[in-house]
């Protein structure tokens, strides 16, 4: 993944803005304090653990040997957890945000829903885009949110990168791009479970993915229409993630999310 840490440190919004609608997403390193990250990581492994202690080998993420759907998209209530809201909902997120729709961070608001995941070993997402997942705004925003260290071979997030304006892509975006699933992404949306199979629908054109390993307190900006999908999660250890999305307060919303949150600090 191209890294666009520097950029951002240095407040180039027009730049940022260049490469997002060029690529379809935006690598930024330490936007978030790593030890509020890993405590909101502890805190929702310390959950799981109580709710499912069958899965854990201790309280350290390690899962037994041939566990599958821990779940985490359903416990909403671990979302709203304050030590998990104030990374998710943290104030330099929407400063970030902010900077992206060039507007002020009281302009912003992202979803009470969080995309909370938790992938055991040998589980990945499919090859998708988040148009079909949530409407509402056309420039809505997703942010993914490793929750502690995720390397490539744990099931980092790959993204199809200039697939949101490929012309060889137009044909999976006027078709796939432009359906929509199950209410708040809890039905599988994905365009195919295999990378790989991309290449089908774009014939002779190369698809290129970018990946990279992450630290706790990196994040990824992605357009709504741009693919993506994660590796599979080849470690003992659980790989715990989520999605936000954002966008700004005056434009539509998606009708089936009805809770919208501002800026703590607003």
């Not at 840490?5 to 609608?21: H, I, W």
């Not at 350290?60 to 359903?74: C, D």
């Not at 988040?130 to 980092?156: H, K, M």
């Not at 470690?235 to 434009?251: G, K």
Request: hydrophobic share 40%; glycine share 8%; proline share 4%.
């Amino acid at each position: 993944m191209l890294d666009s840490t520097q950029l951002f440190k240095q407040q180039q919004a027009p730049e940022l803005r260049e490469r997002l609608a060029r690529d379809g997403y935006l690598l930024l390193r330490q936007v978030l304090n790593p030890a509020d990250v890993l405590q909101a990581r502890a805190f929702l492994l310390r959950e799981l653990c109580k709710a499912k202690p069958a899965c854990f080998e201790n309280t350290e993420g390690k899962l037994v040997h041939g566990t599958r759907n821990v779940g985490l998209l359903h416990r909403q209530d671990l979302g709203k957890g304050p030590l998990v809201r104030k990374v998710l909902e943290s104030p330099k997120l929407f400063a970030l945000m902010a900077l992206l729709y060039n507007c002020q961070a009281t302009q912003i608001v992202t979803t009470g829903y969080k995309w909370l995941r938790a992938v055991a070993q040998g589980e990945f997402t499919g090859v998708h885009s988040d148009n079909v997942f949530v409407g509402g705004s056309p420039d809505l925003l997703t942010l993914w949110l490793p929750l502690g260290r995720v390397e490539v071979e744990q099931g980092a997030l790959l993204i199809c990168s200039g697939s949101h304006r490929s012309r060889a892509f137009a044909p999976v975006r006027e078709t796939y791009g432009a359906s929509q699933v199950g209410e708040n992404g809890r039905e599988s949306g994905w365009l195919t479970d295999n990378g790989a199979d991309v290449a089908t629908h774009v014939g002779r054109y190369g698809v290129t993915w970018a990946t990279t390993n992450f630290q706790p307190g990196d994040v990824v900006v992605l357009r709504r229409d741009v693919l993506h999908m994660s590796a599979t999660n080849k470690w003992a250890d659980v790989r715990i993630s989520c999605d936000t999305r954002w966008q700004p307060a005056d434009d539509t919303r998606d009708s089936r999310l009805n809770e919208w949150r501002c800026c703590p600090e607003a």
